[in-house]
Structure formats: structure tokens, C-alpha cells
């Protein structure tokens, strides 16, 4: 086993991780979890490192992954919480080449002013990223995914559960359908069919997997009033 530290939003960082990577030999799988949520930085850090960073590991990786190979992205339930963006906006987030990507002007400073609207941005754009990416990894002979958890108990969501949306957190667990927050191991599950022979054939796909939360947010007890 080789442990490397990069940061994700660096385009020389991950660059020299594919290089470091395929000197062991053929990429044949990728799970991209790098990422900060509302609670842990600005929305300017947010959208560098959830949404820049997505779309640079995705496209250095996607140039080198071996034929058969597979990929997974997590990405979050916020994503699916934010509402409807334009046609032109949904296109823009899944093609805009990669060192443009911040310059969209939906993107901007006066635009994107709290944390976690920065976040549901980044995480709506990697479902949408993850979408384009497939017709260019199926050029090569493989497939890409994403996963939006609800509120895994992670260290990321223990620092939610604690933070200053500490008790709507919670709130969305209590009325969610499942009424507790998922673990690892059933993310890993998924993420085990989505690499291997089984998932073969989904690309392109985003999996929400949040014990309901989006579903009552729209339609249930967690609804906006």
C-alpha cells in the first residue's frame, strides 16, 4: 500500500498523483470523498475544493483510467435540495472546462454569499460533472458515478451535528422516513456494486441515499413553510 497527501484543488497536486499513480501500474478504479462542507469553510473555499476539485481529479483521472475501470464521486443530499437551476446553468456546471469553472457568473462572490448554498452549488454540479464525464470515460472503456449521502456519521457530520446548524440537523434526522443517519459501511455498499462487475451497466447515474431526507424536504414534514 502507497499513501500520498494531496490537495484536491491544486491542478499540479492531483497531476502529480496520476503520475504517481500509474507508475504502479493501470488506474482501474477511483472513489473521489475529498471535500468541506458548510460548517468548515467559506463558500469561496466550497466551491474551489468540492466543485473545482471534482471536476480537475475527474478529468486528470479520466484521461489515464484503464479500459473496464470505474469510478465513484460523493457527492451530498444537498445537492437535490437545491432548487431547479436553468437548462444553460445545468450545462454550464457539467462542460465548462475546468480552470473556467469559477468565473461562471452564477458563481460569483454576490451570488453565492452563504456556506451552505456554496455547498448544495458544488454538490449539484458534481452529479452534473459526473453526467458529462461518462461519454468521455466510456471512450475509454469505463464508468463513473455518483452517490449523494444524507447525514453519514462521518467526522465531517460530527462536526454538523455540532456546528451552528447543529439542530436542523438533527431535526432532518428525527423526521426523515429511516430516522437516523446512515454509516460508512452502507455507502460502501453501494459504492461496492457501483466499481464492481454488478454495476456494469450504470454510468452516469447519481445514487441518493439519505433515509428519505430529500423526500420529506420536499413533500413531508421537512418541507419549508
Given at each position: 500500500?502507497?499513501?500520498a ?9 492531483v ?41 480537475l ?15 465513484v ?7 437535490h ?9 445545468n ?32 454538490k ?5 460533472r459526473v ?12 464508468r ?19 456546528g451552528?446548524?447543529a ?59
Amino acid at each position: 500500500m502507497s499513501v500520498a497527501t494531496v490537495d484536491a484543488s491544486l491542478r499540479e497536486a492531483v497531476h502529480g498523483l496520476v503520475e504517481t499513480a500509474t507508475a504502479l501500474g493501470e488506474i482501474t478504479g477511483l472513489i473521489h470523498a475529498a471535500g468541506v462542507s458548510p460548517s468548515q469553510a467559506t463558500p469561496a473555499t466550497i466551491l474551489k475544493a468540492d466543485l473545482y476539485g471534482t471536476a480537475l481529479v475527474l478529468q486528470e483521472f479520466g484521461n489515464v483510467i484503464a479500459r473496464g475501470g470505474s469510478g465513484v464521486v460523493i457527492a451530498s443530499q444537498s445537492g437535490h435540495r437545491l432548487p431547479a437551476l436553468t437548462v444553460e446553468q445545468n450545462k454550464a456546471l457539467a462542460m465548462t472546462s475546468v480552470e473556467e469553472l469559477l468565473a461562471l457568473p452564477f458563481l460569483q462572490p454576490d451570488q453565492v454569499t452563504d456556506s451552505l448554498h456554496a455547498y448544495q452549488l458544488a454538490k449539484r454540479g458534481n452529479s452534473l460533472r459526473v453526467m458529462a464525464e461518462a461519454l468521455r470515460w466510456a471512450k475509454r472503456g469505463a464508468r463513473v458515478n455518483t452517490i449523494s449521502p444524507g447525514i453519514i456519521m462521518t467526522p465531517l457530520a460530527k462536526d454538523e451535528l455540532s456546528g451552528p446548524r447543529a439542530e436542523s440537523y438533527q431535526h432532518m434526522l428525527d423526521a426523515s422516513p429511516a430516522g437516523r443517519a446512515g454509516t460508512p459501511d452502507e455507502v460502501g455498499s453501494v459504492g461496492a456494486l457501483l466499481m464492481g462487475p454488478d454495476g456494469g451497466f450504470i454510468t452516469g447515474s447519481d445514487f441518493l441515499m439519505d433515509g428519505g431526507v430529500t423526500a420529506s424536504y420536499w413533500f413531508g414534514d421537512l418541507a419549508p413553510r
